[in-house]
């Protein structure tokens, strides 16, 4: 009976060091590398966290250091009108996904270089300070002018009278601090204005970001001053630059 168990023991130790090397073999983790490896991944994937997917070191090092809320804005390409919105929110030192939307921008695509009617969006960092419209305030953290001279002019297309029900103001060319429809442009009309985030009405804007109506309500219910919310907005190959 002992030499049985012996026997057994020696098989079963045989089997155990086939499967390791099988593990090994097939790309599996061999035990005495796992800890370093995990422990390598793990720190890759934290380390990624810590700044914006998409978004080189040109526009990374433009969000101000004491924002914990980033819109980006994704643009399908320069001369495209179609985009996509991600909200990222920050904890501790790591960015997380927390929402995403598709969007529109500017019929014509982008620019860096924004003046008065080329329907291009602007790229860049833009802080996000204030936020209005015609509907009533949905319950947004950001301060909410509610004002019936949002409104879209009737000769517009019917399909765009309610692009402005609800806006956030891009600080581009504008005064932090005032209603969006404020009309005061700091460096001149000709470089354009009253950029916005705004609802969606299918189809390319003259230069602001459109998302659908639920998406204006969670970023309005969602985006906090004290976190200092910013936008990063252009077409893919510009923020990756």
């Not at 045989?14 to 790309?27: D, E, Q, R």
């Not at 980006?72 to 997380?96: E, F, I, N, Q």
Request: with cysteine.
């Amino acid at each position: 009976m002992r030499k049985i168990g012996v026997h057994r023991t020696v098989v079963a130790m045989a089997a155990l060091g086939t499967l390791v090397a099988t593990s090994a073999a097939c790309g599996g983790v061999r035990h005495s590398d796992a800890g370093g490896a995990g422990a390598a991944g793990r720190t890759a994937a934290r380390d990624a966290r810590t700044r914006i997917p998409g978004i080189g070191d040109r526009l990374q090092h433009r969000i101000p250091a004491d924002s914990r809320q980033v819109v980006a804005v994704y643009g399908d390409g320069r001369d495209s009108p179609d985009s996509t919105v991600v909200l990222y929110t920050k904890h501790g030192p790591t960015w997380d996904r927390t929402r995403s939307w598709p969007a529109h921008n500017g019929k014509q695509g982008w620019t860096a270089d924004h003046h008065e009617g080329d329907r291009r969006s602007p790229v860049g960092v833009f802080t996000l300070t204030d936020a209005g419209g015609v509907l009533p305030d949905p319950g947004a953290r950001l301060p909410y002018t509610r004002d019936a001279s949002f409104a879209a002019p009737r000769w517009w297309a019917a399909s765009h009278w309610h692009d402005f029900d609800y806006v956030i103001a891009i600080d581009y060319n504008r005064v932090k601090g005032t209603a969006p429809n404020d009309p005061t442009r700091p460096e001149g009309d000709a470089k354009g204005g009253s950029i916005w985030l705004h609802m969606d009405h299918g189809s390319g804007t003259s230069a602001c970001v459109s998302l659908s109506r639920a998406a204006m309500e969670y970023l309005l219910r969602t985006l906090d001053p004290d976190r200092h919310p910013v936008v990063v907005m252009g077409d893919r190959a510009d923020l990756e630059a």
